[in-house]
């Protein structure tokens, strides 16, 4: 997910992509205070178990951005964690910590292979 830069003078779009879809209550209520104060007061869900904060004009998106990161919630990811959901039919802490554990895991071989092929 990222920020979406629509043309100039319409709004604009921020996408979080949450890992493995959970958010805590205070996570939450800062979702729909930075939507009330910055955007429309929407929120939109993805089926990726992520979210959009949609109609936010050119002078709030490095704001929203920056209050976003505060929370705890990245607008900008990799297309390895953007895409990783959570099972709903397995238990919850073990999809949590199994999925962790791969993105870590994954993110650590990509890396490795970037640093070599860039020391080339």
């Known amino acids: 997910m990222s920020a979406f830069i629509a043309e100039a003078g319409r709004p604009h779009y921020i996408g979080v992509a949450l890992q493995v879809g959970h958010l805590t209550p205070k996570q939450m209520i800062r979702i729909a205070e ?10 939109r869900l993805t089926v990726w178990q992520n979210f959009i904060i949609p109609n ?7 704001t929203v951005k920056k209050a976003l990161v505060k929370a705890g919630l990245h607008w900008q990811q990799s297309n390895l964690r953007s895409g ?3 099972c709903t039919a397995m238990r919850i802490a073990n999809s949590r910590s199994r999925i962790r554990r791969t993105t ?9 292979r970037r640093s070599r092929s860039i020391n080339r």
């Open 34 to 43: 930075i939507a009330d104060l910055y955007g429309s007061g929407e929120i």
């Open 56 to 62: 936010v004009p050119d002078a709030f998106v490095e």
């Open 84 to 86: 990783l959901i959570a």
């Open 104 to 112: 870590r895991s994954r993110w650590r071989i990509i890396s490795r």
